[in-house]
Nanobody
């Protein structure tokens, strides 16, 4: 059974940090690009980071450069998202999604697309940032 299990969310004060985890099972992580996305109430979904774990290449959309760092541990079949200097506007449900490589138009395209572009998606973890 294919699963993407996101965890690590919680309540944190502004300025703090969190590390989110996306544990993959039922498929080979190296064959997929894994992206982290977020959706806040009343707002559009946003891609924040993407990684190709077999070569370590990573991508952040412009709005997510600097504070969001994605990494992977292939031995654990897990992708991480480190978020620093959290702001109240980072409050959202964060979820991970997978797309089989090769990506049709690169990581930027994958980050900008919605669920139709996902092969698999996790259920999300809530991050709440208090001011």
């Amino acid at each position: 059974e294919v699963q993407l299990q996101a965890s690590g969310g919680g309540l944190v004060q502004a300025g703090g940090s969190l590390r989110l985890s996306c544990a993959a099972s039922g498929f080979t992580l190296a064959d997929y690009a894994i992206g982290w996305f977020r959706q806040a109430p009343g707002k559009e979904r946003e891609g924040v980071a993407c990684i190709s774990s077999n070569d370590g290449s990573a991508y952040n959309p412009v709005h997510a450069k600097g504070r969001f760092t994605i990494s992977s541990d292939n031995a654990k079949n897990t992708v991480y998202l480190q978020v620093n200097s959290l702001k109240p506007e980072d409050t959202a449900v964060y979820y991970c999604a997978a797309r089989k490589k090769p990506l049709r138009a690169g990581m930027g395209y994958f980050m900008a697309q919605g669920p139709n572009e996902y092969d698999y998606r996790g259920q999300g973890t809530l991050v709440t940032v208090s001011s």
